[in-house]
């Protein structure tokens, strides 16, 4: 998959308007077509991300009952441990499908805007993440990476506002307080190739703005649906972040741009297809309050809105709640 396209931010940050309004037209070529892309010299730190890289990991390798100490205390609490077996993401389509195969630690904003009072919105995206005790460096090393990649989030949907023909700082507004959420991935060690139709991930597309997925260097499985009907592998690309947008975005853009479904699949044993392999998901999505209807951008003269606008936060509570075992 030598096509896979690569975006510098560096590059675009520095570059003049013109440059800037030529890479955008790429990406936006790119988000029309599959809405997957490889991000490299992005500004965050290595230290930051081998910091949560092995604070997840010794999280991960301690024993189930330590782990489960800061399980989600019921079915669709947003944060916390959820052990194997917890979640299908394919349910989230309506397709009826085995638990997957992973297990996952989940934290929200690092703290709720001031004055924020309504109650859904304090009990599913501002609900308090539990947090371990150990590893001792778990908090501050995942506090640390969700503030480097919030802020990465905000120069990747500058980039999104240029190729969507509107002003770099257009989506500034509705972001000031997004109410993203951190996943934290491990899929064990299999002893065997799993039944038939159980996968590590089903099937699904995300519920955001957009996703900056970490994935295990050289690891192997992701997969993207291709506008033919072809479910085609995504490489790991080094030193780089894999973005992909989500419903919300393609609902925000008319559909222009598409949030394509993914999974992880097991791979031949040969290829890797048993062995442990980790992630770190980021699912950027805009303010609780944010409404968010189709972008004047994306609608021609004679042509009308497919959606309702909606807000951001109910908006994401209903997709999530989907997804619950």
């Known amino acids: 998959m030598s096509d896979f ?5 560096a590059a675009f940050q520095s570059a003049d308007d013109d440059k800037k309004r030529q890479m955008g037209r790429e990406v936006d070529r790119i988000c029309r077509a599959s809405g997957f892309l490889a991000v490299v010299n992005h500004g965050i730190a290595d230290e930051v991300i081998a910091n949560v890289w092995s604070a997840a ?6 024993p189930a009952a330590e ?25 989230s389509r309506g397709v009826d499908s085995p638990p997957d195969l992973k297990e996952s630690f989940n934290g929200g904003p690092l703290s709720a805007p001031p ?60 972001i000031g307080q997004p109410i993203s959420a951190l996943r934290a991935l491990n899929y064990p060690e299999l002893s065997a190739p799993p039944p038939e139709g159980q996968l590590r991930a089903g099937a699904h597309t995300d519920y955001g703005s957009l996703t900056i997925l970490l994935p295990q260097p ?16 995504v490489p790991p690309v080094d030193g780089a972040f894999v973005i992909n947008i989500g419903d919300l975005m393609a609902r925000w853009t008319n559909d222009r741009w598409v949030s394509t479904l993914h999974r ?6 040969e290829l890797g297809g048993l062995d442990r392999r980790q992630s770190l998901a980021f699912f950027h999505q805009p303010d609780w309050f944010a409404e968010i209807e189709t972008l004047p951008s994306c609608l021609d003269d004679d042509e009308s809105t497919k ?13 999530f709640k989907k997804t619950v075992m």
């Open 115 to 174: 004055g924020m009072t309504d109650p859904e919105a304090l009990g599913f995206c501002y609900a308090e993440t539990i947090w371990p005790t150990e590893p001792s460096s778990f908090r501050p090393a995942w506090e640390a990476y969700y503030t480097a990649v919030t802020d990465l989030a905000a120069r990747i949907m500058d980039v999104f506002a240029v190729a969507l023909d509107l002003p770099e700082d257009y989506f500034r507004r509705y």
């Open 307 to 319: 959606y309702e606008p909606v807000l951001s936060g109910p908006y994401l509570m209903g997709k």
């Open 5 to 9: 396209p690569v975006i510098d931010l």
């Open 218 to 233: 050289g690891s192997r499985g992701l997969e993207i649906l291709t506008p033919e009907g072809a479910w085609r592998e």
């Open 67 to 91: 782990k489960d100490k800061v399980r989600a205390p019921y079915p669709g609490y947003p944060y916390g441990y959820l052990g194997p077996g917890a979640e299908a993401l394919a349910k």
């Open 57 to 62: 990991r010794a999280f991960f390798d301690l």
């Open 264 to 269: 992880v699949v097991n791979v031949p044993p």
